[in-house]
């Protein structure tokens, strides 16, 4: 833990919270609004992936006035949500870093840049691979005989959680190096915790994806892979760090 956020209080903590939220909202407003202005361009990318399995349809379906509107707001947010992705993980940066040793702290364009990377890494993985998979699966169970009515709610609402949690979830790898530079697991704990962190993420994987185990899978298998990759990091980075706090020390 670093000098400055021993002398923080725990309203000074709380204010600095306030804080990063309030400007974490003003950039989604700001960029919910920008991607709004595209929500007609952004559904038509939405809706690809479902387009397939409607039939005769030809497209998604709402049944109330507002639905149509709302789902663009919808679309108007999730746009925003990934678009600022970068700055949303400044303000994240901001509010950790004082627990940080100063040398650590060199690592804040590192952490917004690989946030960013592994955010729409998730977005990308579940927009051309899990959601494929997953209704074709699903909207073909059981038979061809009965035929999808899908609303815009349901799928936008569908759409919009399950990209989030791909979203968040590929970015366990920055999650456990912040908890190693603050010191709070190591990767020998990693190492020795293996076996308990995969039964901990196939839980997370049920809940968050469709309910098949080909979707449940397809975010396993990868989150397996980016703990991997997390212990081999804080191997490479928390070992110079504490190199240089070493040499901090000595001078």
Known sequence: MSLDDANM???????????RLLMIALGLVVGSGACLYFSTELFALIRQPILPFLGDTGGLVFTGVMDKFLAHLKIGFLGGLILTCPYWLYHVWQFISPGLYKNERIYALGFIFAGTVLFLAGVCFVYFFVYPAAFEYLLNFGGDIDKPMITIGDYLGFFALTTIMFGVSFELPVVLVILAMMGIIDAPFLKRNRRFAVVALAFVAAILTPPDVVSM??????????YEASIWIIQLIVRKGEQGSALVQKG
């Open 9 to 19: 209080t725990l309203v000074d903590h709380l204010t600095d919270l306030r804080y």
């Open 217 to 226: 899978m397809m975010m396993l298998v990868p989150m397996c892979l980016l």
